[in-house]
């Protein structure tokens, strides 16, 4: 694992991947996700060629004639971050074997948000997983389509006021649990998953290391505010996400070819509704006389989810179902 | 030495890419280009080519595939067909627009619905728009010619387009015939190496494709399209002057069969134009001036050589394979703006044929002939070739 050191020396060369002149908004969590992976990737020795998809980051960081990638960088279109990055890891690989070119440092880094990722783009991901393509994909997971305007997205939590689905006089908001994005990669077996969260940046950097060196597919998904819609202040994005992890909300973990971990236990867990009232977009939640009603339902879930995560731990323990892919 | 192959068309199709031996092959199947990727498939499983093919799990993974690999510097190649390329199309538009020199045969099919799995033009008339250079071929040794050229083409440094080969689904895809097959040294020479000036691998010289595109730079970017498009138009003649050195074979934008002296031309694209010829010699020997000119370059569109061939002609009939809903159909309606400048316009007629697959006999081409011979074409009225009405 790089030390903060290596670290710490990389940021001071100034060679990042992910430069300034971006235009996301102050407080956004983005920007983090993408210094912190593309520097864990540098800091090893890696070369780090970046796809991604439509979405807040692509939109604020390339905007012609600039570009605050100093890697190369391919954005496509929404859905296809993965298929665009399985057609280039192709093609790196022949032109290896053709001899074309001789890097073998190339790393394949994908960033996409979770409307990309868990909705549109399930396809072409759970494709490129499939096929066993050598690449990091990276969901910044901000719970919702931002880039167009708070819309709900398959992540978005119960409860949470969306624009397509408003917490209304008749209706409480999102009426859905989010889906288990982790769950429905590792479901794949042949891959590192992981989960990670902008509060514990050496346990998603130690995450990124596994993944990069994960001769195969790797995902990684990072619960990473958008300040803007969860309505929270610019400056609370990690201090947030440490609370979704102590609530249970957002627990750290990861799977590597059938074998679970869970790579932070709180000794005391608070209840859910500490971090849900911390955000904006449950105010008009709270008011409805649902509201308990709901927060049982997440609390109820977020405890057996838990349970089941550390169940798996056990079970899974020095079993993985595959060896290799 | 070249050989004569006697085999369907989809294989003539796979044995042009296993010459050309692509660095990259990503595509789905979806009948009837179904055995072009098998073909492929096994080329590669054999180890008859070291191609590194991705067995995508849509046509629209298939294009996206091929874009990055495209960007990557890499020899790319895909093919589909209808709904297929359907699913692609949001892509097809980002290939042209990143100008990536990706080559895909199109075995054309129906576009649903309702579904169809037969022959007609309806799939490539859909993206006649996406910025994809479109050549239509009649037959075998067509398809396989025009893959060949279609790699030279789309590599020429001022043009950096993708490019579409059409051949009639069933009709040439599955039907057997022969066709001359160049040695792979030629055919390998012929298309040489790839080494594009920017590539997503160079991390020396990082390169962002794909930036968000606004309103200060989108409208001249797409005017270069454009310009590249013309820069196509005027490689072609070059590239089939090159071509003919290895093959003997000469090729053109339009192909002419016994339009000299002919009163009356017929314009049709792909595989009917080998009934057509045979209703034009038919014609001819009941001493009828009658021609054909068969289109092989549809984008970038040969108005001028259109112009010159149909100048002071007195009538021509234009066969469309695909309509455009409460438009005119689209080389129909081509044809008759490329004529707006002419000096001596012929009359004209629209006719739309086989949609669907359905049959065209001799009979129904001799039909719109007919209209034409009789005086009895109208500018203003879409007909209609064996339909039931
Ligand atoms: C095919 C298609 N449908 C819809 C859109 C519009 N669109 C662009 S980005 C986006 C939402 C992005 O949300 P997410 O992936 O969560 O990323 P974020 O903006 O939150 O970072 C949508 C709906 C599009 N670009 N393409
Ligand atoms: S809208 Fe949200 S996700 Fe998008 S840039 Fe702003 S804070 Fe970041």
């Known amino acids: 694992m790089p030390s903060i050191r290596d670290i710490v020396g990389y940021v001071e060369t100034n060679d990042w991947a992910f430069t300034q002149g971006h235009r996301l908004c102050p407080g956004c969590n983005a920007p983090m996700v993408a210094n912190w992976a593309t520097l864990a990737a540098k800091s090893l020795g890696y070369e780090p060629v970046v796809g991604a998809a439509t979405g807040c980051l692509e939109v604020s960081s390339t905007i012609y004639p600039f570009t605050s990638w100093n890697v190369p960088y391919i954005h496509n279109a929404f859905e296809n971050v993965a298929a665009t990055i399985s057609g280039a890891e192709s093609a790196y690989r022949s032109l290896l074997n053709r001899g074309k070119i001789k890097n073998d440092k190339i790393k394949f880094i994908a960033f996409a948000g979770d409307g990309g990722t868990y909705d549109i783009g399930l396809q072409s991901l759970s494709g490129a997983i499939e096929r066993g393509h050598d690449f990091v994909y990276i969901l910044y997971d901000n719970e919702g389509y931002m880039n167009t305007g708070n819309q709900r997205s398959g992540s978005t939590p119960i409860g949470a006021d969306s624009t397509t689905e408003p917490v209304g006089k008749a209706i409480s908001g999102k009426l859905q649990l989010k889906k288990s994005i982790v769950d429905i990669i590792a479901g794949h077996e ?136 | 030495m070249p050989v004569k192959l006697t085999v369907t068309g989809a294989a003539a199709v796979a044995h042009a890419m296993r010459q050309i031996n692509p660095d990259v092959v990503a595509a789905y199947p979806i009948t009837p280009q179904t055995p072009i990727v098998e073909y492929y498939a096994g080329f590669v499983s054999d180890g008859i080519v070291d191609t590194v093919m991705v067995p995508v799990e849509s046509e629209h993974s298939a294009m996206s595939a091929v874009v990055g690999s495209a960007a990557s510097g890499a020899r790319t190649m895909t093919a589909t067909a209808a709904n297929g390329l359907a699913l692609m199309s949001e892509i097809v538009y980002i290939a042209a627009s990143y100008r990536l020199p990706i080559v895909m045969p199109i075995v054309n099919r129906a576009l649903s619905g309702p579904i169809n799995i037969h022959c007609d033009h309806s799939d490539a008339m859909m993206v006649r728009d996406s910025g994809w250079i479109q050549f239509f071929t009649e037959n075998h040794q067509e398809a396989y010619d025009f893959t060949i050229m279609a790699t030279k083409l789309a590599e020429k440094e001022n043009v950096l387009l993708p490019v579409m080969v059409n051949l009639d689904g069933f009709i040439t895809s599955h039907g057997v015939e022969s066709f001359e097959m160049l040695d792979d040294e030629v055919v390998r020479e012929f298309v040489g190496s790839w080494n594009p000036k920017y590539s997503l691998l160079n991390t020396k010289n990082p390169v962002t494709f794909g930036p968000l595109d606004l309103f200060d730079y989108y409208f001249e970017h797409h005017r270069q399209q454009e310009e590249a498009m013309k820069n196509a138009y005027k490689e072609l003649p070059g590239v089939f002057e090159e071509f003919e050195k290895i093959s003997g074979r000469r090729y053109d934008f339009l192909d002419l069969y016994k339009v000299d002296d002919a009163d009356y031309i017929m314009i049709v694209m792909n595989s009917t134009a080998s009934t057509a010829k045979y209703v034009v010699d038919q014609l001819r020997e009941e001493g009828h001036k009658v021609g054909l000119v068969k289109p092989q370059v549809f984008t970038p569109f040969p108005k001028k050589q259109f112009q010159q061939v149909l100048n002071g002609r007195k009538g021509v009939v234009v066969l469309d394979r695909a309509m455009s809903f409460g438009k005119e159909a689209p080389l129909y309606s081509l044809v008759k703006s490329s004529l707006y400048e002419v000096a001596s316009r012929p009359s004209l007629g629209s006719y739309i044929y086989g949609l669907g697959g359905r049959d065209t006999t001799p009979e129904m081409i001799r039909e719109a002939f007919e209209d034409a011979l009789q005086g009895n074409l109208s500018t203003d009225e879409q007909r209609y070739l064996g339909l039931r009405e």
């Open chain 1, 190 to 325: 042949g891959v590192y998953a992981a989960t990670a969260v902008t509060s514990e940046p050496w346990d998603f950097i130690r995450k990124m290391q596994s993944a990069l060196e994960f001769k195969g597919p790797a995902f990684i998904s990072i619960l990473a505010p958008c300040v803007r819609f969860w309505r929270i202040p610019d400056d609370s994005g990690p201090e947030v996400t440490k609370l979704a992890v102590e609530t249970k909300y957002w627990p750290l973990w990861e799977y590597n070819m059938g074998v679970y971990k869970v790579t932070k236990k709180p000794k005391i867990f608070k209840p859910v509704k500490d971090y849900v009232t911390k955000l904006g977009r449950y105010n008009k939640l709270m008011k409805r006389p649902d509201a308990n009603e709901i927060l049982e339902e997440l609390q109820n879930y977020v405890d057996a989810k838990w349970d089941r995560l550390l169940a798996l731990e056990e079970i899974t323990k020095d079993k993985p179902i595959r060896t290799k892919i």
